[in-house]
């Protein structure tokens, strides 16, 4: 589970607790990241005997899953009520608090005035932390360094830069946005926000060469506290399986 190395710090309702959105992604990044082929190591293969597989769509019964497909196999618990979606692609409680499991290798050097400007990054940890974090019309802390289990990686938080007007941001007007990063060059089709109120806090892991990026976040200010803790309660459970050798 996640230990910091921090040395100063850091779609369908079922629930009544809906006050905003509350936004929980994991993302493995790179040109190779989420389609390697190689097998799981044999300690992986154990593991994936005694724990339930994460389904392509459907509620789940509360409990730990294993998540497949990826460099380093990864281990999810959560509490009744989610559901996996678009063929595991993603995973929601009541369309209010998700997980989103993609491939996103292009980062732009503008949000805002993102078209023609997403930049193919390569596949480490670092080059995604200095591609986000290099970002103009964003905010972002400086990264720290943290650990998930035996991987190392970095942390930080990012959000819209004050005063960006996402009227004046690149798309229809009917779907400006800021383009956080995206799996092609010529469409922001990976992260986006929508609401210049959205805040997010990211991991970026080194899986043995390949890198996994995990984000927590929220919409805006009148998002229930409690969903938000539900959010990152799921988000913390990840565990990836396996040795870094």
Do not use: K
């Amino acid at each position: 589970m996640w230990t910091s190395t921090r040395r100063s710090r850091a779609a369908h309702p079922t629930r009544s607790r809906r006050v905003g959105v509350a936004v929980a992604l994991l993302t493995c990044v790179g040109l190779t990241a989420c389609t390697a082929t190689e097998p799981p190591s044999p300690a992986s293969t154990a593991e994936a005997d005694t724990i339930a597989p994460f389904p392509e769509s459907g509620v789940l019964d509360a409990g730990t899953y294993l998540v497949t497909g990826y460099p380093v196999p990864f281990e999810i618990t959560v509490p009744d009520g989610w559901q996996s979606f678009d063929g595991g692609s993603g995973l929601s409680e009541g369309g209010v608090v998700y997980l989103i499991f993609a491939q996103t290798p292009y980062v732009p050097t503008d949000a805002c005035a993102w078209q023609g400007a997403l930049v193919q990054i390569d596949p480490t940890a670092e080059a995604f932390v200095d591609a986000m974090t290099a970002q103009t019309s964003l905010a972002s802390t400086p990264p720290i360094e943290v650990m998930v289990g035996d991987y190392s990686g970095f942390e930080f938080d990012l959000s819209a830069e004050s005063g960006v007007d996402l009227d004046d941001c690149d798309g229809a007007p009917e779907v400006s946005q800021l383009c956080i990063y995206s799996r092609s060059a010529q469409d922001c089709d990976g992260r986006s926000y929508t609401g210049v109120l959205e805040r997010e806090t990211y991991r970026v892991v080194d899986l043995n060469g390949e890198r996994a990026v995990i984000a927590v976040g929220h919409w805006d200010e009148s998002v229930d506290p409690a969903l938000i803790e539900e959010a990152r309660a799921v988000f913390d459970s990840i565990e990836f399986v396996g040795s870094d050798e």
